[in-house]
């Protein structure tokens, strides 16, 4: 090919290269997840955040055909304006490159991408997991499977629960893909500090997250490490008014006969106009949180792999 | 050992060394999917096709403990006429190689050797999947897991609706294995053009699906791309006639209390019966038209890597 | 780091390199299957038994902080005497390792690190598998992955009936990891010889083991050999006792509402009591069993591999 299939911001690969702290950012957020012109304003601020704590942000997604690690903010504009951007899944890159069009990238691929380009950690919302009614419809997230293959360590603020948490943690320990809580032994979930689930293992400091990265990676592991930092309790979405948005969210879902992968836009939608756009609040703390988080732990990751090499 | 794991005959070897088009021919359709001598016949017919439209078979398949990618017309006889040869999936292989005994290999086994062979698009009839019942059963093709390892590139007319279509695509979905319609966004079944399953993405010629399939490669992701070649409406099973003759078959089945392994070879046999052997007729116009796609896929991936190499 | 991620002993380093045989054990059936004192008798009785057959035993778990493969008796000892310790899977690895503690390796990180460290053969009591009730709850073993992506060969004794064997046995099939009885073709079920499955291949010798694993190393599989070593007819707990004792386990945990990861043990202690301590005799015997068969698959893998080199 007369271009490289991945193209990586100067940026992005002096920092790589020179072992300084670099985060990745997934563009589905502002594609797909958050509406306009918020998307825009919460991709720039968590680059923001980002660069303040003295890392190097690398927001990913496919411009024009190209799967880019660090979009300029132009680019991210373009990303954020477009209408029926695609959604790219780590399966879709290639078509969506081949067709030369422009694509938000899914935590999967987004994953993939950082993890070719050298990038070692990576801050989203909350992940893909094991659909509601799987047992039947085999609906999971390829982004378990991708990440059982991709040793890049990932924050989020866990799974929300309009999946299916339970199977989606069985998942997690059938794939090899450990699940940390960061401050915490309880599973987040995504809206909520507590997703009712029990974790083994919690670290208290980004230097605690560190050197299980690195031993990962001493140890020739390629699973993700999945590191689960909960939305303050303070600021969560409170716990019965979820449950009860969820029920009715269901029922409605039910009701108009949607389901497979419309189920998921629809659900999320009638959460955000339920609660007047209190999800939608929670939805940008808890980014705002994990780019926070993940900026300590690349710093950290950063300073354990000068001490090794010294 | 002594000799080589894989042989892979001179015809093969001269063609993907010189980068012209090869394209991967499977053997359980002669050992164990057609009745004899039927069987010879469409296998040496669509070696035909394919040498016709410029490229070099290879039929692959396990020859006296060797598994062979490039049979010779002669061993290709030999298998066709074998009582009770092995049925090889991937798994089978070393087995069936130790044991040196004769085996048909299926979708997984050949495109398993396919890609140690350098071949890069593989023609056959239908995939593997999950079956009906998998909830309970856990019964799902080895092909799934092999293609989502195995960067090569299949023409199939989709899954045979004794499987649990949807269920299979969401497999294909969560192991990251992009289906692509050849001139349709409709799922193909195998018997019928249109499944009643939607693709997201479609090409229209063998240059489209080419593109996609280096930006694959460039991207080192490692899954099988799928393409998925309908039988031409004119020459499907008509879908009322599958239907009545699927749901008598599975009550029949059920009757004589027939389940896992049996079911599948029980309700081919019974639909190939119970139509007249039109079932057949379709089964070897879609294995036809696959080849003749195959063939043409195969020279336009060829010319693109001499262009990415000028 | 200042220090290897793996320890492998001088003893099994040296085994390795010369290509002599060698036989992984797992530490959990010590640290967490058998009751004190009896768990270090097994242990140390196990090495006895494959160093009387003439090989080198590698006895692995993570000695503080440190995965070892080839842990010294003193070590062992202490390991067996430590409360509480953590049992490891594969992605306890890590954490175990950065907190520098002691763990028991369960089936899957023990055949890894074996694995990584050159050993080819490894003897177990019984696999990982589907739990019963996984359609729901989606518990499955990190077992069965960890195989589909490990070259070793396995010396079990079946699955235990606690779990689903017959989706143990489809999963083994989509994972492409070949389950081979040793002297039966009646797949084993740990307590008794027969589980009631059928398996498709059987071998009779540990010569003719060695060929099929030699075969699929030449082929280039990743998947682990799965040997199933049945326990003798007249040593096995007679299958209506067994049948019994399920029945009223099962009964009993849901009474108690005991569910999830606390059953296995539940049901393992309720067997053991109820049996009078019985189920524990078989254990030990099919770890006897299979020690000794893996002792003498390790001597004919090594001399199949001198004569491949010669
Ligand atoms: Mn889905
Ligand atoms: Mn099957
Ligand atoms: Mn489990």
Do not use: C
């Not at 020179?18 to 680059?47: D, K, M």
């Not at 300029?72 to 790219?88: C, G, M, P």
């Not at 980014?287 to 993940?294: D, E, F, K, P, T």
Request: charged share 20%; aromatic share 6%; hydrophobic share 40%.
């Amino acid at each position: 090919m007369s271009r490289p299939a991945i193209h990586v911001s100067g940026d992005v690969a002096r920092a790589v290269e020179t072992g300084a702290p670099v985060v990745a950012l997934e563009s589905t957020i502002f594609t797909h997840g958050l509406p306009r012109p918020r998307n825009l304003a919460v991709a720039l601020e968590a680059e923001e955040l980002i660069r303040a704590a003295g890392a190097v942000p690398a927001t990913i997604g496919v411009y024009d055909g190209v799967p880019t690690v660090g979009l300029t903010a132009e680019q991210i504009a373009v990303l954020s304006d477009t209408d029926d951007i695609d959604k790219a899944s780590l399966r879709d890159l290639p078509v969506v490159a081949a067709l030369g069009r422009h694509g938000g990238t899914t935590v999967a691929a987004t994953a993939y991408l950082a993890n070719r380009a050298g990038v070692r950690v990576f801050a989203t919302g909350g992940l893909g997991g094991v659909h509601r009614g799987a047992s039947e419809t085999f609906d999971e997230s390829a982004d378990l499977t991708t990440l059982a293959g991709t040793p890049i360590t990932i924050i989020s603020a866990g799974v929300k629960s309009i999946l299916d948490i339970g199977a989606t943690l069985e998942r997690f320990e059938t794939l090899n893909i450990p699940v940390i809580g960061y401050g915490t032994r309880r599973y987040p979930g995504f809206y909520v500090s507590d997703s009712g689930y029990e974790l083994h293992y919690s670290v208290n400091s980004p230097e605690e997250a560190a050197k299980i990265i690195s031993s990962r990676d001493a140890l020739g592991l390629r699973q993700a490490v999945l590191l689960a930092n909960p939305v303050e309790e303070s600021r969560q979405l409170p716990p019965d008014v979820l449950d009860d948005v969820l029920r009715r969210a269901w029922a409605e879902a039910d009701r108009q006969g949607i389901g497979g992968n419309a189920a998921t836009p629809f659900l999320l939608d009638f959460i955000q106009r339920d609660t007047g756009g209190r999800s939608l609040e929670v939805n940008v703390d808890v980014y705002r949180g994990n780019a926070a988080l993940a900026a300590k732990v690349a710093t950290a990751l950063s300073a354990e792999s000068d001490r090794d090499q010294a």
